[in-house]
């Protein structure tokens, strides 16, 4: 409720001609009329009678106020129908000429109260107020500091609480749609990236050699939770068995241990590592030859040194034989039968995980396609990466840390890069002092014979020779594979039963 010290300041309505009064002119939200001083100077009332007491003009300014409480009828419709009330001793209701222009009103200080035993009506009924002297009033030293003091701390607690809002919280004083403070966790699917992501990176390690060549960075994953790793063998090529060389594994967690290498295949271009940990958490292999075109993949690693990094797309290809490594010499190269992939991999990204969409590993990414004619020897990902099958790591990586050394198969024939028409012919001279066939070897025992042109294998067409080596690769030793064969004019198919050879 408001109190007559905190109540507004009457209003009257200017000097001027009269116009009517808008309903509820003189109203306030607390009921009270509002009588604005006007601010034209004083002057004599002419229609004062004489020796009345002096009017609002002539009043002296010794003359005693009114007590508070004291009644003066003010016009509801037509105002210039009555003198404006006198506070300190004037006449009441005096009607006066139209306009009443230099009447004082109460001013700035004073307040009004409506006075409920008067009854209120249409235009020219009017209003009784009340009107009283504002009191001024004034807080002493010992309320003011301790207000002070109040108040900055709840500066300085309103400063730690608003650091605290979140940026939802400045979007709902805006008015924006958020979500509300406190809402349920977003849920996501299985299949989802975010899920595969969430279980694959914790097992998936950054890995730097520094050796007397300088230092090289790639990534791998768990393989075994007793400390053994895998990546590829080019990332620790240089990592020779030297005082001066170290090979350090980052896990996810930022963690870092120091580690050895268990064994290694150029070959297959494929490392495995061991660290001192125990009860790490394995990525598990998936089967790759269920593999199809379009299946969804993602790519983990660390891409540039940026640990944890996933990229997603597709499964764009199958048996895309590719040749990866540093090796100059063909015989020396690492011979794919690689599933090619969108998901960008760029340098970094060699040893890191290609996964399903169930988490499962279905490849090592290893190699990435560059443009004919780049200058660039280090390139970024053009959407055509590619990894070496996990059926393939499966076999290496267990004779890696069975035996320190793998194997890959081989039919016993060495292939003429020279030629260039269908299929892929055998060699019929000596190379560099190769036999073109080995003797005693496979291809020899099944009848093959040099310059025989080999057209197919299990019914797959081939037309390069890094095409027949890397799908002899992708076996295993001791398996029979059917080669279709041109000898001359004629053509048969001929039951080969793969050997082994030791892998540099």
């Known amino acids: 409720m408001t109190t007559p010290d905190d109540a507004p300041p009457v209003a009257v309505p200017a000097a001027g001609t009269p116009e009517p009064t808008p309903a509820g002119a003189f109203a306030s939200p607390s009921g009270r009329r509002e009588l604005p001083p006007t601010p034209t100077a004083p002057e004599a ?3 004062q009678e004489p020796g009345a007491a002096p009017g609002p003009a002539a009043r002296p300014e010794q ?13 509801h419709g037509s105002v210039p129908a009555y003198a404006p009330p006198d506070p300190h001793g004037g006449p009441v209701g005096q009607p006066v000429p139209a306009p009443w222009a230099g009447v004082p009103y109460p001013t700035t200080g004073t307040t009004a109260d409506v006075d409920p035993a008067q009854p209120t009506g249409p235009a020219g009924v ?9 009191r001024r009033r004034t807080l002493s030293a010992a309320w003011v500091v301790p207000l002070v003091l109040l108040a900055l701390a709840a500066g300085a607690v309103g400063g730690v609480l608003g650091s605290r809002l979140t940026t939802d919280d400045r979007l ?14 977003v849920e996501r699917a299985a299949g989802s990236v975010a899920a595969i992501a969430a279980g694959v990176l914790p097992s998936v390690v950054s890995i730097q050699v520094d050796g007397p060549d300088g230092s090289a960075t790639g990534s791998g994953f768990v393989l075994r939770g007793d400390g053994y790793l895998v990546t590829n063998n080019h990332v620790i090529a240089q990592a020779d068995g030297a005082a001066s060389t170290s ?20 070959d297959y271009d494929l490392a495995v590592l061991k660290v001192d940990v125990e009860g790490l958490t394995p990525l598990l292999l998936g089967d790759s030859d269920a593999v199809v075109v379009g299946d969804p993949v993602v790519a983990v690693g660390a891409p540039l040194g940026l ?11 199958l048996n895309r034989p590719v040749s990866a490594g540093e090796a100059t010499d063909s015989q020396d190269q690492a011979f794919i039968n690689a599933i090619q992939t969108d998901a960008a991999i760029n340098p970094g990204n060699s040893g890191g995980p290609l996964v399903n969409a169930v988490g499962e590993v279905i490849g090592i990414n290893s190699a990435i396609a560059q443009p004919p004619g780049s200058l660039s020897t280090v390139g970024g990902s053009i959407g055509l990466g590619f990894a070496i099958p996990s059926n393939q790591v499966r076999r290496t990586a267990d004779q890696l840390i069975e035996k320190g050394i793998a194997t890959y198969p081989i039919i016993g024939v060495l292939l003429d890069q020279r030629y260039s028409g269908e299929g892929v012919q055998v060699s019929a001279d000596v190379q560099d002092g190769r036999q073109p066939v080995t003797a005693g070897g496979p291809a020899e025992r099944a009848g093959i014979h040099p310059g025989d042109v080999i057209l197919a294998i299990d019914g797959r067409p081939v037309t390069d020779p890094d095409e027949l080596i890397v799908a002899i690769r992708a076996r295993t030793p001791g398996d029979t594979i059917v080669l279709h064969v041109r000898s001359g004019s004629s053509e048969r198919d001929v039951r080969v039963k793969l050997d082994e050879s030791p892998t540099d």
């Open 126 to 134: 009017p209003h009784t107020v009340v009107l009283h002297r504002k």
């Open 307 to 317: 640990a944890g990094t996933v990229t997603t797309g597709i499964v764009s290809a």
């Open 63 to 75: 003359a005693a106020p009114r007590p508070p409480g004291t009644h003066w009828s003010v016009p």
């Open 45 to 47: 009332n002419p229609a």
């Open 247 to 266: 090979i350090t594994v980052t896990f996810g967690d930022g963690s870092e241990q120091e580690a050895s290498i268990v064994g290694r295949t150029a």
């Open 172 to 185: 709902a004083d805006a008015g924006l749609p958020v979500a509300p403070v406190g809402a349920a966790p």
